[in-house]
């Protein structure tokens, strides 16, 4: 288990804010507070829980921390070569941010695509905005994770490269403030979320391989 449980992604953060805070002490002690109130917010936006998640190999656990936008079936890809559903994730700001691989496997191919930074809960943004897909193979499947920028959020982060071996619910990246995660999986799977449900990186099951 993890002895810190802050996503190092935010300690240039933190920092930024408490020297803020300091200089706000300095000019005006009152006002410091503001500065205060920021570090702490900071502080918790890039909070790194440990989670725990389902062992069973046919459960497809959730790649990120969210609310279910919308359930969309979709044509055949390249990657998968069958017919698939998307399962699309919004991250509020006061969601944790760190994304989890939905299963055990190799990273088949990471793929990034420059775009614009539209509001990441409208329905267009996957297709618009930046946008860095993962491609991970596991054992008897193939899945899509799409880490998707926000009009808040401006960088993705991304840790792993193809040939990479994930283990279910390892920790390989992140968004910052604000943004939404797509999974993408076979059609026959089970889905067993739905539109309106609030869902946890590693510890929601999203669906189960038939």
Not at 135 to 151: A, C, P, S
């Amino acid at each position: 288990m993890r002895k810190f449980f802050i996503e190092k992604e935010g300690f240039i953060y933190i920092a930024g804010c408490l020297l803020f805070t300091a200089f706000l002490f300095v000019l005006y002690k009152p006002v410091s507070v503001i500065g205060l109130g920021l570090t702490v917010f900071i502080t918790f936006f890039f909070r790194d829980p440990h989670r725990r998640y389902s062992q069973d190999v046919t459960h497809i656990i959730s790649p990120a921390d969210g609310k279910v936008m919308a359930i969309t079936p979709l044509v055949e890809n390249d990657f998968m070569k069958c017919e698939a559903i998307k399962v699309t994730i919004f991250l509020s700001l006061f969601n944790v941010h760190i994304n989890r691989s939905p299963i055990a496997g190799t990273v088949k191919y990471v793929k990034y695509r420059p775009g614009k930074f539209l509001p990441a809960f409208k329905g267009h943004a996957s297709e618009i905005n930046e946008r860095n897909a993962i491609g991970i193979e596991g054992e008897g499947i193939k899945i899509i994770v799409h880490q998707i920028t926000g009009f808040i959020a401006r960088r993705i982060v991304c840790r792993v490269k193809e040939g990479d071996v994930l283990e279910k619910g390892e920790r390989f990246g992140l968004i910052k403030f604000g943004s939404c995660t797509e999974i993408i999986v076979p059609s026959n799977v089970e889905i067993k979320v739905k539109p309106g449900d609030k869902v946890k990186g590693a510890s929601t099951i999203i669906g189960v391989m038939k």
